[in-house]
Nanobody, 116 residues
Framework: QVQLMESGGGLVQAGGSRRLSCVAS????????MGWFRQAPGKEREFVIR????????WYADSVKGRFTISRDNAKNTVYLQMNSLKPEDTAVYYC?????????WGQGTQVTVSS
């Protein structure tokens, strides 16, 4: 069982930046594929970004390319989501995910609100 805890959400003005963190439990964090999803009010949860454990390759939703980056610190069991040039449409609950041996785990989510 992998437990995930997100932090860093809050209110930010359009054009601003925010960094989310997600700490994972377990001794094999370095072998977790990590990512972020988000869910805006009235919408379905959508993929945002991902980083693979094996080669550190990253995948981005088109809507965040050039603005969001993902990184990880295996020594701290932590993955980061750096969000720049935020837009009101980025307002959502952001969920951290971990994928390990075919199972996907989810955090509780952290709210990010971007004001115009």
């Amino acid at each position: 069982q992998v437990q995930l805890m997100e932090s860093g959400g809050g209110l930010v003005q359009a054009g601003g930046s925010r960094r989310l963190s997600c700490v994972a439990s377990g001794r094999t964090f370095s072998r977790y594929d990590m990512g972020w999803f988000r869910q805006a009010p009235g919408k379905e949860r959508e993929f945002v970004i991902r980083i693979n454990w094996s080669d550190q390759s990253t995948w981005y939703a088109d809507s965040v390319k050039g603005r969001f980056t993902i990184s990880r610190d295996n020594a701290k069991n932590t993955v980061y989501l750096q969000m720049n040039s935020l837009k009101p449409e980025d307002t959502a609950v952001y969920y951290c995910t971990a994928e390990y041996v075919g199972t996907q785990y989810w955090g509780q989510g952290t709210q990010v609100t971007v004001s115009s």
